[in-house]
């Protein structure tokens, strides 16, 4: 026998070794670590499950790939503000819709896990701050016949929620979005409460040019059975308004995008 074959023979075990190991190495990852398919990117849950532009979310599932995860609302990228491989916690971002979306979260391996989720509210731009007076002219939507015309002055702050959020959460499906010069929102709902079977809805848009804002929109209530002193309406919405100041008054105040602009909004907060 050959020196070269007595070699290989002695030496057998340790080419075998390097042949499987070679093998191995050349095999995708997933094969090779059937756990890491299995880890990725799953979300299992979200809390809260409806929330506003600007509020903090977790989702808890597996294989996020820690602080590299890239969460998404809908298309929009979120602010991480912690990450684990089975934990994050994100901003929701300007520039969502209001409504019913998804939540997106991708691992540096491009896997992905997404789950329901809804914007409840959306943050004013800064665009539409300051001290507004603003008239709504309501009307019977059969006849035109002027039903009531409202003067509301308030102060619209930037950053602060439109107020949608009680509605959205409590109540309503809504759909809409803001940029720097329009608006559109549209909030439906229906309740049974005994005999009682009422819905709501209510859509306004809205357009701000400088220093002035004008839209219009529709609010209806249907009621059957029996519903107390609530009686069906359907009225149209005209809205005009002019900015006094850029001053935003002091924070905190209860007065909202949504029900300064469209009083008739709040008949959805008060259906049985």
């Given at each position: 026998?050959?020196?070269?074959?007595?070699?290989?023979?002695?030496?057998?075990?340790?080419?075998?070794?390097?042949?499987?190991?070679?093998?191995?190495?050349?095999?995708?990852?997933?094969?090779?670590?059937?756990?890491a398919a299995a880890q990725?990117?799953?979300?299992?849950?979200?809390?809260?499950?409806?929330?506003?532009?600007?509020?903090?979310?977790?989702?808890?599932?597996?294989?996020?790939?820690?602080?590299?995860?890239?969460?998404?609302?809908?298309?929009?990228?979120?602010?991480?503000?912690?990450?684990?491989?089975?934990?994050?916690?994100?901003?929701?971002?300007?520039?969502?819709?209001?409504?019913?979306?998804?939540?997106?979260?991708?691992?540096?391996?491009?896997?992905?896990?997404?789950?329901?989720?809804?914007?409840?509210?959306?943050?004013?731009?800064?665009?539409?701050?300051?001290?507004?007076?603003?008239?709504?002219?309501?009307?019977?939507?059969?006849?035109?016949?002027?039903?009531?015309?409202?003067?509301?002055?308030?102060?619209?702050?930037?950053?602060?929620?439109?107020?949608?959020?009680?509605?959205?959460?409590?109540?309503?499906?809504c759909t809409g979005k803001?940029?720097?010069?329009?608006?559109?929102?549209?909030?439906?709902?229906?309740?049974?409460?005994?005999?009682?079977?009422?819905?709501?809805?209510?859509?306004?848009?809205?357009?701000?040019?400088?220093?002035?804002?004008?839209?219009?929109?529709?609010?209806?209530?249907?009621?059957?059975?029996?519903?107390?002193?609530?009686?069906?309406?359907?009225?149209?919405?005209?809205?005009?308004?002019?900015?006094?100041?850029?001053?935003?008054?002091?924070?905190?105040?209860?007065?909202?995008?949504?029900?300064?602009?469209v009083p008739h909004a709040?008949?959805?907060?008060?259906?049985?």
């Amino acid at each position: 026998m050959s020196e070269l074959a007595r070699r290989l023979r002695s030496g057998g075990s340790c080419v075998v070794v390097m042949v499987v190991a070679t093998i191995a190495l050349a095999v995708p990852g997933a094969i090779r670590h059937p756990s890491a398919a299995a880890q990725a990117g799953r979300i299992d849950s979200i809390a809260p499950a409806c929330a506003s532009v600007g509020d903090r979310v977790t989702i808890n599932g597996n294989g996020f790939g820690a602080k590299n995860v890239r969460i998404e609302v809908g298309d929009v990228s979120a602010r991480i503000v912690s990450a684990t491989g089975n934990r994050a916690t994100f901003v929701v971002p300007a520039g969502v819709a209001l409504g019913a979306t998804t939540v997106s979260a991708t691992n540096p391996g491009g896997h992905s896990g997404s789950i329901a989720f809804t914007v409840c509210d959306l943050l004013l731009p800064g665009t539409w701050g300051g001290e507004w007076k603003t008239t709504i002219t309501s009307r019977k939507a059969a006849t035109g016949s002027v039903t009531a015309i409202r003067t509301v002055t308030a102060f619209l702050r930037s950053g602060e929620p439109f107020g949608m959020g009680v509605v959205v959460a409590k109540l309503a499906t809504c759909t809409g979005k803001v940029t720097d010069t329009d608006l559109d929102a549209h909030c439906a709902t229906q309740v049974t409460t005994g005999t009682c079977t009422a819905s709501g809805d209510v859509e306004v848009t809205l357009t701000r040019t400088g220093e002035a804002i004008n839209g219009a929109g529709a609010s209806t209530l249907s009621v059957i059975g029996d519903c107390g002193p609530a009686m069906s309406s359907a009225e149209t919405i005209e809205i005009s308004g002019q900015r006094l100041s850029p001053d935003q008054g002091d924070p905190g105040a209860t007065t909202t995008l949504l029900l300064s602009f469209v009083p008739h909004a709040s008949l959805l907060s008060r259906v049985p």
